[in-house]
């Protein structure tokens, strides 16, 4: 039983050269190639296509959107040159069943057919779920204490503000200009979240920056 | 006289008048006619009185008709025979006859008989010879045929009734034989008798009784005319009448006097009283009735409403009103003089409001008002000024030209007055010291004309021009400092850096405001200092720097500190100063831009920076502060010029740079791959067939050729940033960066994942570390780097933070030789973010990255 597949990429000569790659299998049958994302998607709606091998980037809609509009009708192989976790990750997101560098061997590819035909998820080398886990891994978002992001401006600044003085003192202090002072105060408060002076107050008691006489 | 006074008199008098007319009236139509009645009365009762004597005439009559009649009577007048006699003439016959007298007379009148009986003495005497002289003389003879006669003859002893009757038979016609006399005296008592059948007192008196009393006399000669009664009132009781009793001859012989008393008269003058008694009772009601209530309605109130008039008008007190009561004519009246009173005090309360408003004008104007009168040759001052002046509010005219004021500028002041009794206005200026300060004054003289252009007087108005006058010089001196602070401007203006503007501001500030030395101070980043930076009147060397702490000023230089550290301008006019300057004024300069400066001005003159010249100064100042403003400004547009000037340079340097990069990648990288597996495909290709170790070289190529595309590619811009967002592109770009230099990243983040920004705040962020980045490897000479990013308060915030070897920030931004760390300052900058580099040398770099994220989701 052969297995339909829909080529999709902007350059002809790609797609040349991967129907005579496919059609060197004889389980293999192209059965359409789109220019685009937008013809993409409507030649699957239209041909039904068991696999659909799609470019990564293309104009207009990328291969990532593209993926994510038609990963309930067809099962899609993202043809990439980035060999980097963060596509494969966001390919599969996307609802990719393969992900295969246009740089690997045309077997990876076949074989990454296969594979997905079968309903099993590819990944070219050097991609392993392994990988992708500790990329996850190291892609979220770590807590951090915002208060260390300060500047020693800042700290000085944020020290004398709650002192009680005011940003003409904190200029002639720091020697710095009042408007500089200012600068400095508004960004200490951006990078702590606080909006008033009050807040600063309190962050300062929090954190024992001050002590609550 | 009051009208009350006037009507009572005149409503008494008419009643009076009338009274007097009623009265008078009254008694002149009734008493004649009570006067009538009782003469009237009176004729009534003569005539009864008269009747009662010939009632005994009749009686007399009879007993004589009787007699006559007898035959035996006949005979005896024809006979007298004796015999008669004895039978009827006896004494006892007359007594019985009631008769005094009895005779016989025959037809020649010849006494038959006669005798004369005196009931008295009741003894017959003979006749007396007046009696027989009656019968005989013939007197009576004429009636001897005619028939009887009657008639009294007046004897001495009474008057005498006599009748006389012929004698005739009885039953034939035969000739009277004779006649018959008979008589009675009509005595007192007869008369007694007489009066009490009339039930009247009556009096018969004879006629011509020389003892007659006065009432008889005038009524004797009352009936002189031929009246048959005269009366005559005796007393208010009683009033007698009177008849003259005439003799048988027809001559008056005795006066009948008829008294009665005077009911009538006295009833008349009864009622008289009563009428006029009702009259003047009737005439005080009505005078009181009518005056009632004209005094009630007319008088009382017109005398009250005088008397409140009078009142009101003594007073001068409009506020009171008239009582008003009822609704007649003069209720009106009194409503209306309200009225009339109520407008009048409107109209005075107006004329008192607008005289006290002018006269609180004239007060409170600085004019004086003069007024002069040629005719009366006096005038008046009027005005606060001439309350001041002393002028007086009336004055003469010698008074006038003796005035104290008038006698300062005498000539001005009399010839402008004369001219303007001359017909001419006057405007002239003058001026007088009071109270030991110059006043000016500018008076304006007009001539008042009357009708026929005469001049009648002179009115003027003085008015106080000192401060106009001070305003003026104020003015002059104003617009000459001005001039000076003008010029000043134009060499400020001309000023090409800020050193030359420092000498300049010393230079003019010498020159023109008479000092000795003037110098600019500059105040340290730290406030302990101030260096001297410019100077004029000594030369800048051999001014020392000033050094103070904020609770210690030297006491040298202690303004200049103190205006210093206050920014405010000191000055101090007496100063011990070694250097001999007595006066110093210490002026900052600005503290907006740059560090602080002073501008410090000495003089040697005690008191030199008097408050006009210490305007003139801070004005000065005011432009010397605009003008080092402005040197400021130019000198940091010309910075800013210069690094706009290496920016555009570097950039193209660096455009530069990358095309450079790029031709020499796709030279030596690219082309020289292309070329290789040119040649390998060429000698692939044998006329024998292909050679498959061949090919496989040149898949190898290929491959490597992809790798490097896809390595520039990167290299240039990550496809990653738009397709995948920030972090995934930040998290390759540290592996990448690790995998480079072998430099562990530290990467952070937090509230970024699936989060995607404009690309223009991605690129410039990811920029921005790989710029830190890049910096790190470069410079800091450390195999660890933090990155952090983060977003808070809608803010994006990255930190780039080493511990490394660190730089001057300051050094490496002028100089250019981080071209880089420059470049992306000025691209955090032209996204609205700000990027500060905090590094010195060998404290580690930390590079501070935020940016607003206003717009974006």
Known sequence: MSITILLADDHRVVRQGLRALLESDPELVVIGEANDGFEAIQLVEKLNPQITIVDIMMPGLGGLEVTRQINNRTKVVILSMHANEAYVFEALQNGAYGYVLKDSTAEDLVRAIHNVAAGRHFLSPPFSEKAISAYIEKSQPTQFDPYKTLTTREREVFHLVVEGLSNATISTRLSISPRTVETHRSNLMNKLSLHSQADLIRYAIKRGIISME | ?857
């Not at chain 2, 005896?76 to 004895?86: D, L, P, R, S």
């Open chain 2, 1 to 857: 006289m009051t009208i009350r006074k006037t009507v009572f008199l005149t409503i008494g008098a008419t009643f009076l008048g009338f009274f007097v007319v009623l009265s008078i009236t009254i008694r002149s139509t009734l008493l004649p006619y009570f006067d009538r009645f009782e003469k009237q009365m009176v004729y009534l009762n003569l005539d009864r009185a008269i009747s009662a004597i010939e009632s005994n005439f009749d009686h007399l009559d009879r007993t004589a008709k009787d007699l006559a009649r007898l035959d035996e009577t006949y005979a005896f007048a024809q006979t007298a025979n004796q015999e008669y006699i004895k039978a009827y003439l006896s004494k006892n016959a007359y007594a019985d006859l009631g008769i005094n007298l009895l005779a016989f007379l025959d037809p020649s009148g010849k006494l038959l008989y006669g005798n004369l009986y005196n009931q008295e003495t009741d003894i017959l005497e003979p006749l007396p010879e007046v009696l027989i002289g009656y019968f005989e003389g013939g007197k009576l003879a004429t009636a001897m045929h005619t028939g009887s006669q009657r008639g009294i003859i007046p004897l001495d002893q009474a008057p005498l009734m006599l009748m006389i009757h012929p004698i005739l038979p009885a039953e034939s016609d035969a000739s009277p034989s004779g006649k018959l006399v008979i008589g009675q005296f009509l005595t007192q008592s007869e008369i007694l008798r007489l009066g009490g059948i009339v039930q009247l007192p009556i009096t018969i008196i004879p006629y011509y009784d020389p003892s007659l009393p006065k009432d008889f006399v005038a009524a004797r000669q009352m009936l002189e005319s031929p009246i048959k009664y005269a009366t005559l009132a005796q007393s208010e009781d009683l009033i007698a009448g009177f008849s003259a009793l005439n003799d048988i001859e027809g001559n008056p012989a005795y006066l009948l006097r008829v008294e009665q008393n005077r009911a009538i008269f006295q009833s008349g003058q009864v009622l008289i009283r009563y009428l006029i008694t009702i009259l003047i009772s009737a005439s005080i009601m009505f005078v009181f009735v009518s005056l009632a209530p004209l005094e009630g309605i007319i008088l009382s109130p017109l005398s009250r409403m005088s008397r409140e008039v009078t009142q009101i008008g003594e007073s001068g007190d409009l506020s009171q009103r008239l009582t008003v009561k009822g609704k007649d004519e003069l209720a009106r009246l009194a409503r209306h003089t309200n009225t009339m009173l109520e407008q009048l005090q409107l109209a005075q309360e107006k004329r008192r409001e607008s005289e006290a408003r002018f006269r609180t004008l004239v007060e409170s104007m600085n004019d004086m008002v003069f007024t002069y009168h040629t005719e009366t040759e006096t005038g008046g001052f009027l005005g606060r000024s001439a309350k001041e002046l002393g002028m007086p509010e009336e004055i003469t005219l010698p008074e006038l030209r003796s005035l104290p004021v008038a006698q300062n500028v005498f000539p001005i002041q009399h010839q402008a007055f004369e001219r303007c009794q001359n017909g001419s206005h006057e405007v002239y200026e003058w001026s007088t010291e009071i109270n030991g300060k110059q006043h000016f004054y500018q008076n304006a003289l007009s001539p008042i004309f009357d009708r026929n252009g005469n001049v009648t007087g002179v009115v003027g108005v003085g008015r106080d021009i000192t401060s106009f006058k001070q305003l003026e010089e104020n003015l002059h001196q104003r617009i000459a400092e001005l001039a000076m602070l003008y010029d000043i401007s134009q060499i400020f203006l001309s000023q090409p850096s800020i050193s030359s503007t420092n000498d300049t501001i010393c230079r003019l500030a010498v020159d023109k405001f008479d000092l000795d030395l003037a110098w600019i101070g500059n105040g340290t980043l730290d406030s302990s200092r101030i260096d001297p930076i410019a100077s004029c009147g000594v030369p800048l060397e051999t001014l020392k720097p000033i050094y103070f702490d904020n609770n210690h000023f030297p006491p040298e230089s202690e303004p200049i500190a103190r205006a210093f550290c206050n920014d405010e301008p000191l000055i101090d006019n007496h100063v011990q100063n070694t250097a001999g300057y007595q006066s110093i004024a210490a002026v900052p300069l600005f503290t907006q831009t740059g560090t602080p400066a002073i501008l410090n001005l000495f003089s040697k003159n005690p008191d030199h920076f008097t408050p006009q010249r210490l305007r003139v100064l801070l004005a000065y100042t005011n432009l010397a502060r605009l003008s080092l403003q402005n040197a400021c400004l130019y000198d940091q547009l010309e910075q800013g010029r210069r690094r706009l000037e290496t920016i555009s340079r570097r950039l193209v340097e660096i455009q530069e740079d990358e095309r450079k990069w790029i031709a020499m990648e796709l030279h030596d990288e690219i082309g020289q791959i292309l070329t290789g597996l040119k040649l390998l495909l060429d000698s692939s290709i044998s006329p024998g067939g292909f050679s498959a170790e061949k090919l496989a070289q040149s898949r190898g190529l290929v491959y490597e050729l992809i790798s490097r595309v896809r390595q520039i590619s990167l290299d240039l811009r990550p496809a990653m940033l738009d397709d995948l967002g920030l972090i995934p592109a930040v998290l390759w770009l540290c592996e990448r960066f690790r995998e480079q230099t072998g430099v562990q990243v530290h990467l952070h983040h937090e509230g970024l994942d699936n989060r995607r920004f404009s690309t223009q705040v991605e690129t410039t962020a990811f920029r921005v570390i790989q710029e830190a980045l890049t910096n790190v490897a470069r410079h800091a000479q450390v195999n660890r780097v933090t990155v952090q990013a983060w977003t808070a308060n809608n803010q994006l915030n990255i930190q780039v933070k080493d511990e490394g070897i660190g730089f001057d920030p300051e050094n490496i931004m002028d100089n250019g030789q981080s071209r880089g760390l420059m470049g992306i300052r000025e691209r955090a900058h032209f996204v609205g973010g700000f990027l500060t580099i905090e590094s010195a040398p060998g404290t580690g770099t930390n590079v501070n990255f935020s940016l607003p994220l206003i717009s974006q989701k």
